[in-house]
């Protein structure tokens, strides 16, 4: 049984999947700071395409924190409400938007420190804003990430926390942000969670998948 994958090995990994998907970005529709910063909030356990259908109506009428604290919480339910948590995630866009003007006149801090501190944010989403908004190198380990990753051997972790530093020490820094979507894009298209699909899947033919080299399926 293969307990790890080799530094070269990884280096592998991470070169097939840059192959795979050039030019990877996010998934989720914005056009401003304020907007990823809505739109990753509200895509907890949720999938980008629902998101996208929420922002197409939301945004329209409230991109910014103050024409978002206008609406009632009624109101903005209405438009999230045909997602997951939308009464949880309502409660929180209000409460960061009116921090955002308090705190920060109106505008997404860039550091994870006051990312942090607004309400419904936590470590995953304050990376992606870093990374995506303001091209400050993270890692954000969401569902995928954490399962793909710990799958092929680039991380080694039982929490997303420990694997966001494996990451950090496999991969360069300047490929933090496209590594991430790298991996995220392999976990939809791919490695999905029930059903990865080894047999069309290049790191199995490679013989660059710790899970697979072990006889996952
Ligand atoms: S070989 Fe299978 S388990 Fe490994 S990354 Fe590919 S699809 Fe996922």
Not at 192 to 198: L, Q
Request: hydrophobic share 40%; charged share 25%; net charge positive.
């Amino acid at each position: 049984m293969r307990k790890r994958l080799t530094k070269k090995e990884k280096g592998s990994v991470l070169e097939i999947l840059s192959n795979l998907y050039p030019n990877p970005k996010t998934e989720l529709n914005w056009n401003s700071e304020y907007e990823l910063l809505v739109a990753v909030m509200l895509s907890a356990q949720t999938t980008d395409v629902a998101v996208n259908k929420v922002t197409a109506a939301l945004f329209p009428l409230a991109n910014t924190p103050e024409a978002m604290i206008q609406l009632t919480q009624a109101e903005v339910e209405s438009h999230v409400r045909r997602i997951g948590l939308f009464r949880n995630k309502t409660k929180n866009l209000l409460a960061m938007s009116h921090l955002l003007i308090e705190r920060h006149e109106g505008c997404v801090p860039n550091t994870r420190e006051e990312l942090e501190a607004l309400p419904g944010v936590g470590r995953k989403t304050a990376n992606v804003v870093l990374s995506n908004a303001f091209e400050i190198p993270a890692i954000a380990v969401d569902t995928h990430v954490f399962r793909v990753s710990n799958r092929i051997g680039l991380a080694q972790a039982t929490n997303v926390r420990k694997t966001e530093e494996d990451l950090m020490k496999v991969i360069p820094k300047s490929d933090w942000k496209d590594a991430h979507h790298w991996i995220i894009y392999h976990g939809r298209r791919v490695c999905m969670a029930r059903k990865p699909d080894c047999a069309n899947c290049p790191l199995s033919g490679e013989k660059l998948c710790l899970a697979h080299l072990n006889k996952f399926q």
